[in-house]
């Protein structure tokens, strides 16, 4: 079993930045690409980024796209999500994931392993 911890969560203001970051315990696969998902109270788990092995391909939620950036360190099995110009309606709990391979996807399904969150709220 992989464990995954997710950090950098807060209390921001809208406008604000935050960085937040996403460790396995191990390297959970040869090759793995990771994503983030989000979920806010009472609402759907939402697709946020994936990132490639590589770190050459990534893809974006239509909510996110410019304003999140997602990277990985692959010598120390983390993934990161920066995250500009935050809105209110960004406040939500943010999970990490990893699956195995080369692709990238936006599907809960294509993940094999998940973080316990880490809670994002940004005020008006």
């Known amino acids: 079993q992989v464990q995954l911890v997710e950090s950098g969560g807060g209390l921001v203001q809208a406008g604000d930045s935050l960085r937040l970051s996403c460790a396995a315990s191990r390297r959970p696969f040869s090759s793995y690409f990771m994503g983030w998902f989000r979920q806010a109270p009472g609402k759907e788990r939402e697709f946020v980024a994936t990132i490639s092995w590589s770190g050459g391909s990534t893809y974006y939620g239509d909510s996110v796209k410019g304003r999140f950036t997602i990277s990985r360190d692959n010598a120390k099995n983390t993934v990161y999500l920066q995250m500009n110009s935050l809105k209110p309606e960004d406040t939500a709990v943010y999970y990490c994931?990893?699956?195995?391979?080369?692709?990238?996807?936006?599907?809960?399904?294509?993940?094999?392993?998940w973080g316990q969150g880490t809670q994002v709220t940004v005020s008006s």
């Open positions: 994931a990893v699956g195995a391979g080369y692709s990238v996807s936006a599907a809960p399904a294509s993940y094999n392993y």
